[in-house]
């Protein structure tokens, strides 16, 4: 079991940055590949960025590319999104997802096991 508590969401100003953090408890991280999610109001949750379990294997949104940073940090207890160059677009409830796989990234929300409770970011144009 793993539980994860997102934190570092809040209100950004156009081409501004914010950094949030996932922090897990229970199971090791490293058996775990790690993503972030957004989603907004009436549309299904889509990709932000990914990792895989050791930190090798990184994928992002054609969206974020260039401007976002997934990072595994320390005992691989945490896992980081880094948001730089922000754009209104970027406004959504943001999830930090774990699963249980092998050393792979994992790119869709029906093979993750575990979901944080989200945090809001919110640009302002």
């Known amino acids: 079991q793993v539980q994860l508590v997102e934190s570092g969401g809040g209100l950004v100003q156009a081409g501004g940055s914010l950094r949030l953090s996932c922090a897990a408890s229970?199971?090791?991280?490293?058996?775990?590949?790690m993503g972030w999610f957004r989603q907004a109001p009436g549309k299904e949750r889509e990709l932000v960025a990914a990792?895989?379990?050791?930190?090798?294997?990184?994928v992002y949104a054609d969206s974020v590319k260039g401007r976002f940073t997934i990072s595994r940090d320390g005992a691989k207890n945490t896992v980081a999104l880094q948001m730089n160059g922000m754009k209104p677009e970027d406004t959504d409830v943001y999830y930090c997802?774990?699963?249980?796989?092998?050393?792979?990234?994992?790119?869709?929300?029906?093979?993750?096991?575990?979901w944080g409770q989200g945090t809001q970011v919110t640009v302002s144009s």
């Open positions: 997802a774990a699963g249980l796989t092998t050393n792979v990234v994992l790119t869709r929300t029906q093979l993750y096991d575990y």
């Open positions: 990792i895989s379990w050791n930190g090798g294997i990184i």
């Open positions: 229970g199971r090791t991280f490293g058996s775990y590949a």
